[in-house]
Structures are given as structure tokens and as C-alpha cells.
Nanobody, 115 residues
Framework: QVQLVESGGGLVQPGGSLRLSCAAS????????MNWYRQTPGKQRELVASITSDYSTNYADSVKGRFTISRDNGKNLVFLQMNSLKPEDTAVYYC?????????WGKGILVTVSS
């Protein structure tokens, strides 16, 4: 059974940092592309950052230079380091694991950027 469990969210002031983690189980982690999405009420879920099985990364324009995605294949973990956070980064962040045949989601974790 596939499980993706996000952690590390919470409340942070503008300009602050948070590090999200996603622990994966039930999959051959190293072959999956891992992604972070986010969603706010009334809006579509948007791709924030992705990292392929060969460690290539891609970022939404809105987070380039501020967020960094990384993965630890030995521990089945993917991270999202978020720096210089802005109020508009407030959202529920979702971990996603994807191959050509599979597309699995975590339950999401709330990040609130507010003073």
C-alpha cells in the first residue's frame, strides 16, 4: 500500500523558512519522480517543484530562487526547503509520487505565512 506522509508545515512569518518532508512507503522510491504541489481555496492545485529519478529539478516561476527540492533515495524521503516565504505561499502542500503508470498523493500539510 502506497503511503506518502508530509510533515514540517506550520505557521511562519514573512521572510522566514520552513522545510517540508515527505516520507514514502510502499513504492520503489528511486524510480519515481517526486513532486510538491500546493493548493489554496478556490484555486487549482499547482505544481511547485519536481525532482526526477535522476535528480533533475524544476520549479514554478513563483518559487524559483526561494525553494529547493531534494530527495534521499536511501531513506525514501523528499524535501522542500522554502526560504524567503511570502504570504502568497500560504497553501496546503501535497507530496506526489509519479511514474508512467502510477500517480500517488499525500494528504497534504498546511503552510501559513503570516505576521
Amino acid at each position: 500500500q502506497v503511503q506518502l506522509v508530509e510533515s514540517g508545515g506550520g505557521l511562519v512569518q514573512p521572510g522566514g523558512s520552513l522545510r517540508l518532508s515527505c516520507a514514502a512507503s510502499g513504492i520503489t522510491f528511486r524510480i519515481y519522480a517526486m513532486n510538491w504541489y500546493r493548493q489554496t481555496p478556490g484555486k487549482q492545485r499547482e505544481l511547485v517543484a519536481s525532482i526526477t529519478s535522476d535528480y533533475s529539478t524544476n520549479y514554478a516561476d513563483s518559487v524559483k530562487g526561494r525553494f529547493t527540492i531534494s530527495r534521499d533515495n536511501g531513506k525514501n524521503l523528499v524535501f522542500l526547503q522554502m526560504n524567503s516565504l511570502k504570504p502568497e505561499d500560504t497553501a496546503v502542500y501535497y507530496c506526489n509520487a509519479r511514474t508512467l503508470l502510477n500517480n500517488d498523493w499525500g494528504k497534504g500539510i498546511l503552510v501559513t505565512v503570516s505576521s
